[in-house]
C-alpha cells in the first residue's frame, strides 16, 4: 500500500511538473511573438492584433485615404528597442505596410505627390521626424525599399498633454485647400501640412 500511494504521488508530481512547464513557455513566448516585426502576415481574414483603421479627408478638390492598423503600447515606449526605435524607419502602423490614396496630385510639405496609391513611412527621432511617401505597395509593413521612395518632407511637432495608448493618424485644420496629417502616440504629435500644388 504505502508503495502505490508513493508511486501514485510521484507520478502526479510529474504530470503538474510537465502542465506548469508547458504554460510557462507558452506564456514566455508570447510576448515575443507579439514583438516580432518580421513575422508573416497573417491569413486572409485572420484578426490581427492591431486593429485595421482608416483615415480619410475631402481637400483641394480631391480626396486622400489612409489604410493603417493600430498598434497599442502595452507598457512599451516609443523611442526604446522594443517598438518604434528612433533613428529607423518605421511602417507608421502595424501589420501591412501603411497606404495611402491620394485622388489629385497634392503637396505634401515641399513635396509634390502625384495621384495614386503610395506607402507611408515614417523617421522618427528624438528632434525632427520624416514623412516618407514610397511607390513601393501592397508589401507587408517591415519590407522598406528605400529606391522606391518619392521622397521625404520633416514634420512638425506639436505638444500633448495626455498620453495616447493606441496609435492613430487624422486629418485636422482642414480647409477647402490644406490639411493637416497628424501621427499620435504615446505623448508625440507629429503632423505636415498637405495643400494643393
Same mark, same amino acid.
Do not use: C
Given at each position: 500500500m504505502k508503495l502505490t500511494l508513493s508511486h501514485l504521488r510521484t507520478s502526479s508530481f510529474r504530470a503538474i511538473c510537465a502542465i506548469v512547464s508547458t504554460a510557462v513557455l507558452g506564456l514566455a513566448c508570447t510576448p515575443l511573438n507579439a514583438q516580432t516585426g518580421d513575422m508573416a502576415p497573417a491569413k486572409p481574414g485572420a484578426l490581427m492584433p492591431s486593429p485595421a483603421a482608416t483615415a480619410n479627408v475631402s481637400v483641394a478638390g480631391g480626396t486622400i485615404d489612409i489604410h493603417y492598423n493600430t498598434p497599442h503600447l502595452r507598457g512599451r515606449h516609443?523611442?526604446?528597442?522594443?517598438?518604434?526605435?528612433?533613428?529607423?524607419?518605421?511602417?507608421?502602423?502595424a501589420?501591412?505596410? @501603411? @497606404?495611402?490614396? @491620394?485622388?489629385?496630385?497634392?503637396?505634401?510639405?515641399?513635396?509634390?505627390?502625384?495621384?495614386? +496609391?503610395?506607402?507611408?513611412?515614417?523617421?522618427?527621432? +528624438?528632434?525632427t521626424w520624416q514623412l516618407i511617401l514610397n511607390n513601393q505597395t501592397g508589401q507587408w509593413g517591415t519590407e522598406y525599399k528605400p529606391e522606391m521612395d518619392l521622397g521625404r518632407v520633416a514634420?512638425?511637432?506639436k505638444a500633448m498633454t495626455t498620453p495616447q495608448e493606441v496609435m492613430s493618424l487624422s486629418f485636422e485644420n482642414t480647409t477647402a485647400t490644406s490639411t493637416e496629417l497628424h501621427i499620435r502616440w504615446e505623448t508625440t504629435d507629429r503632423y505636415v501640412t498637405i495643400t494643393k500644388p
Open positions: 516609443l523611442g526604446g528597442p522594443e517598438i518604434v526605435p528612433y533613428d529607423k524607419v518605421w511602417r507608421t502602423g501589420n501591412p505596410a @501603411t @497606404t495611402i490614396i @491620394t485622388s489629385v496630385p497634392l503637396k505634401f510639405g515641399d513635396l509634390v505627390v502625384p495621384a495614386g +496609391t503610395h506607402t507611408l513611412y515614417s523617421l522618427p527621432s +528624438t528632434g514634420m512638425k511637432a
